[in-house]
């Protein structure tokens, strides 16, 4: 099974900063990679497709990047409303989600 | 709009049988491949199983198989998972999603979820 390894588990940031999100699988996963948001008491909500395709409706401070192993998640200028628990997902070999990073306000 | 709404949670004991629906509204539910995805604080998410467009297909993950039975119908727009010889590790919020690109991959919409509860 392919092994989602997602740092730092915890973020804290401050409004208008960049923030990245760094996801690693334990083999090549070929891009087969989305980003989930999810806040609290809330179901997941996919943000991000195949890497770097944003999701219709998505804030396009939002972006992803990444190819191999390695992947990430890029918030241009972090807003209030960001706050939430962000999953990597891949999908080349087998279905796995990452355990999480979860992003807070300083 | 697109709505997914679960239905079927609760507590059962540990060996007891339960069976979830999702029921599916806003687009074509037979175009879409269908999925449960589960959460819980100690294992996170975890996909169980997924179904193809006709239900010809189905794919589990390792700990469900031969215990859980993905399927849909799709004349009522409506998927379920049947759960069987359930166990204490099953406890576990379960989200019905949709698979936009066939049945495996990205999940673009998810129900609110249910609890289920594993416990005698």
């Known amino acids: 099974d392919i092994q989602m390894t997602q740092s730092p588990p915890v973020l804290s940031a401050s409004v208008g900063d960049r923030v990245t999100l760094s996801c690693k699988a334990s083999q090549n996963i070929n891009k087969n990679l989305d980003w989930y948001q999810q806040k609290h008491g809330e179901a997941p909500k996919l943000l991000i497709y195949?890497?770097?395709n944003l999701q219709t409706g998505i804030p396009s401070r939002f972006s992803g990047s990444g190819s191999g192993t390695d992947y990430t998640l890029t918030i241009s200028s972090l807003q209030p409303e960001d706050v939430a628990t962000y999953y990597c997902y891949q999908y080349n070999s087998g279905l796995t989600f990452g355990s999480g990073t979860k992003l807070e306000i300083k | 709009e697109v709505q997914l709404v679960e239905s079927g949670g609760g507590l059962v004991q540990p060996g007891r049988s339960l069976k979830l629906s999702c029921a599916a509204s806003g687009f074509t539910f037979s175009n879409y491949g269908m999925a449960w995805v589960r959460q819980t604080p100690t294992k996170g998410l975890e996909w169980v199983a997924s179904?193809?467009?006709?239900?010809?297909?189905?794919?589990?993950r390792d700990s469900v198989k031969g215990r859980f039975t993905i399927s849909r119908d799709n004349a009522k727009n409506t998927q379920y998972l049947q759960m069987d010889s359930l166990r204490s590790e099953d406890t576990a919020t379960y989200y019905c999603a949709r698979h936009p690109f066939g049945y495996g991959g990205s999940l673009d919409y998810w129900g609110q979820g249910v609890m289920v509860t594993v416990s005698s």
């Open positions: 195949y890497t770097n």
């Open positions: 179904i193809s467009t006709g239900g010809g297909n189905t794919y589990y």
